[in-house]
């Protein structure tokens, strides 16, 4: 089993910028692909952003691309999430996952989620 924890949501003006942090432990954490989701109030999961374990391929969904940067530091077990260009509609709780692709069944473990709130 992977451990993750997701930190750096927060509050935040339209346009503005954030980034979230991913710290993975556990079971082979740098060997893992890694995954972006968020969830918005009576909506569904929706993907974010994937990154393979080596960082070699990305992943992102049409909302975020060109917005949004995924990466990832090995030595540090750690994935990010940069966000430019904040809108009021990035605002969800945003997870972190161990996995590949755009459908949440395509992971296995989970973090507690961070929130982002973005105003107008």
């Known amino acids: 089993q992977v451990q993750l924890v997701e930190s750096g949501g927060g509050l935040v003006q339209a346009g503005g910028s954030l980034r979230l942090s991913c710290a993975a432990s556990?079971?082979?954490?740098?060997?893992?692909?890694m995954g972006w989701f968020r969830q918005a109030p009576e909506k569904e999961r929706e993907f974010v952003a994937t990154?393979?374990?080596?960082?070699?391929?990305?992943l992102y969904s049409d909302s975020v691309k060109g917005r949004f940067t995924i990466s990832r530091d090995n030595a540090k077990n750690t994935a990010y999430l940069q966000m430019n260009s904040l809108k009021p509609e990035d605002t969800a709780v945003y997870y972190c996952?161990?996995?590949?692709?755009?459908?949440?069944?395509?992971?296995?473990?989970w973090g507690q989620g961070t929130q982002v709130t973005v105003s107008s």
């Open positions: 990154i393979s374990w080596s960082g070699g391929r990305t």
């Open positions: 556990g079971r082979t954490s740098s060997a893992l692909n």
């Open positions: 996952a161990n996995g590949w692709g755009p459908s949440p069944a395509g992971y296995d473990d």
